[in-house]
């Protein structure tokens, strides 16, 4: 299992550089990941203070990325 930080979730879910997205996409697509909640609030917090991502998307987004199957985190039910 691979343990993530918010760099490599924000690359995958913003898709602003080719090459670290793609890298990302291939940790986050590929291997069984555990992202731990300090690293989700690391990720909401910088899609709404830095993208400006409204927080009916973040929550879309996150919620979707949290249901593939290889993705863990701390408790799923209490992050979405």
Not at 15 to 26: I, P, R, T, W, Y
């Amino acid at each position: 299992m691979v343990i993530v930080d918010a760099n490599i979730i924000l690359r995958y879910l913003l898709e602003d550089d080719a090459v670290l997205s793609g890298k990302a996409a291939n940790i986050l697509e590929h291997k069984d990941v555990h992202a731990p909640f300090e690293v989700l609030a690391e990720v909401v917090y910088v899609m709404q203070g830095v993208y400006k991502v409204s927080r009916q998307t973040i929550s879309d987004v996150l919620s979707r990325f949290l249901m593939l199957p290889n993705i863990s985190t701390n408790d799923t039910p209490v992050a979405i």
